[in-house]
């Protein structure tokens, strides 16, 4: 099984400022990666896709990139609407895993 | 607009059964593979299983911590996927997500909240 380090556990910023998020994977996935944000009491939704396409309907300030088992979700200029849980999945074999998340949250 | 309805959580004792329904709407349902994900309170995402469509074989895959307790079976005509879970543990007390898709998954349901207690 394939597991997945995000860090830092906890990121605290201000709006407007960029944020790096990370996630390591103990062996290659190749670019099969996606990220998801997860706000209290809702669904995941789907930001990133094969480490670095953006989904339908994400801004451009999310980027992803990456590749083998390393990968960067990168937001720039923060929104308030941005401080949620944020999830790297892997899919490049199964059993499918998920980082243990990374919580941004306002300084 | 797809849309995806999760049902048939509840309150269920340790070792009972308990089927989980989402109705696929929006979206041609055969056309897709269909995925179950989880979240126990307070905590990560964790995927379940998934199962593809009819095209692709309609095999079935999941997790190790449900794998011979759990099963997704789907109804393409009445265009709803299924989980079937039997020897429910304590430790299965989360919220069931359906998704479309067994990728990366962009369309998800809203949940359905499964409790194992005595």
């Known amino acids: 099984e394939i597991v997945l380090t995000q860090s830092p556990g906890t990121l605290s910023l201000s709006p407007g400022e960029g944020a790096t998020l990370s996630c390591r994977a103990s062996?290659?996935?190749?670019?099969?990666l996606a990220w998801y944000q997860q706000n209290p009491g809702q669904a995941p939704r789907l930001l990133i896709y094969?480490?670095?396409s953006r989904a339908t309907g994400i801004p451009d300030r999310f980027s992803g990139s990456g590749s083998g088992t390393d990968f960067t979700l990168t937001i720039t200029r923060l929104e308030p609407e941005d401080f949620a849980v944020y999830y790297c999945?892997?899919?490049?074999?199964?059993?499918?895993?998920f980082g243990q998340g990374t919580k941004l949250e306002i300084k | 607009e797809v849309q995806l309805v999760e049902s048939g959580g509840g309150l269920v004792q340790p070792g009972r059964s308990l089927r989980l329904s989402c109705t696929g709407s929006g979206f041609t349902f055969g056309d897709h593979s269909m995925s179950w994900f989880r979240q126990a309170p307070g905590k990560g995402l964790e995927w379940v299983g998934f199962?593809?469509?009819?095209?692709?074989?309609?095999?079935?895959e999941y997790a190790a911590s449900v794998k011979g307790r759990f099963t997704i079976s789907r109804d393409d005509f009445k265009s709803i996927v299924y989980l079937q879970m039997n020897s429910l543990k304590t430790e299965d007390t989360a919220m069931f997500y359906c998704?479309?898709?067994?990728?990366?998954?962009?369309?998800w349901g809203q949940g359905t909240l499964v409790t194992v207690s005595s």
């Open positions: 999945l892997q899919y490049g074999s199964s059993p499918r895993s």
């Open positions: 998704t479309r898709g067994y990728n990366s998954p962009s369309h």
């Open positions: 094969d480490a670095s």
């Open positions: 199962i593809r469509n009819k095209a692709s074989g309609g095999t079935t």
């Open positions: 062996q290659s996935v190749s670019s099969y």
